[in-house]
């Protein structure tokens, strides 16, 4: 199973990271993890993925240049760094796995966090 941590509320140009981890690191090192988000009204957006060994990362247009993606198998912790954050980032943000390549489609992944919000103000 994967819990998100780190949400909160961020004034427009901040930083802020999100933690996603593992409660089996062993089977966490055999996932592709992405993050996702999800704006009131809207559907649930890939924001970035990282392959199990961390040799490929994808990110979204949206944040590309902004956010960087990093994991930690040892740990079973994949960490989200958001930078230059936007009002238009304001989301519940969902961490999810799946075996084999990053895909950016939701019903593509086998396992979900149960989100955290993060709220960016003007």
């Known amino acids: 199973h994967l819990s998100e941590s780190g949400g909160g509320v961020v004034q427009a140009g901040g930083s802020l990271r999100l933690s996603c981890a593992a409660s089996e690191a062993t089977l966490f090192k055999t996932y592709t993890i992405a993050w996702f988000r999800q704006a009131p009204g809207k559907e649930r957006e890939f924001v970035a993925g990282?392959?199990?060994?961390?040799?490929?990362?994808t990110y979204g247009d949206s944040v590309k240049g902004r956010f960087t993606l990093f994991r930690d198998n040892d740990n079973g912790t994949l960490f989200l760094q958001m930078n230059s954050v936007e009002p238009e980032d304001t989301a519940v943000y969902y961490c999810?796995?799946?075996?084999?390549?990053?895909?950016?489609?939701?019903?593509?992944?086998?396992?979900w966090g149960q989100g955290t919000q993060v709220t960016v103000s003007p």
């Open positions: 999810a796995g799946r075996w084999g390549v990053i895909l950016t489609t939701t019903p593509r992944y086998e396992t």
């Open positions: 990282v392959t199990h060994s961390g040799d490929k990362v």
